[in-house]
């Protein structure tokens, strides 16, 4: 079975930290670009980060540089986001995706419709 399967989400502090994991299960991740996505009830779906497999190359949407990371292990088949410095605002579902036609660039990294494959999702609460 082909699948995308996330973890390591919970409930933090503001300015904590958490990494989120996605493994993939039946495929090789090396030859696909990988993409973190959030959404928070009654938002539409946001692109958070990505990884590129061609040269490594990785994009963050603006409300996150700085603060995550996106990172691959590709002979594990794993993408992790380390997440510091969590604010309230970052609380949601995230999932990770990845593209099955297309490369990925700084014009489409955050387009949920560029991606085609998706995780479960794991969910993140922020609060005091």
């Known amino acids: 079975q ?5 973890s390591g989400g919970g409930s933090v502090q503001p300015g904590g930290s958490l990494r989120l994991s996605c493994v993939a299960e039946g495929f090789s991740l090396d ?3 990988v993409g973190w996505f959030r959404q928070a009830p ?4 946001e692109g ?3 990884s590129s497999h061609r040269d490594g190359t990785t994009y963050y949407v603006d409300s996150v540089k700085g603060r995550f990371t996106i990172s691959r292990d ?3 088949k794993i993408v992790y986001l380390q997440m510091n410095s969590l604010r309230p605002e970052d609380a ?3 999932y990770c995706a990845a593209p099955a036609f297309r490369d990925l660039d700084a014009m489409n ?9 998706w995780g479960q999702g794991t969910w993140i ?4």
Request: one cysteine or more; glycine letters at 6%.
């Open 2 to 6: 082909v699948r995308l399967v996330e």
């Open 31 to 33: 030859i696909y670009d």
């Open 42 to 45: 009654g938002k539409e779906r």
């Open 48 to 50: 958070v980060a990505c």
């Open 74 to 76: 590709d002979f594990r």
């Open 92 to 94: 949601g579902t995230y």
């Open 109 to 117: 990294f955050n387009d949920p419709k560029a991606y085609e494959m």
């Open 125 to 128: 609460a922020v609060s005091s």
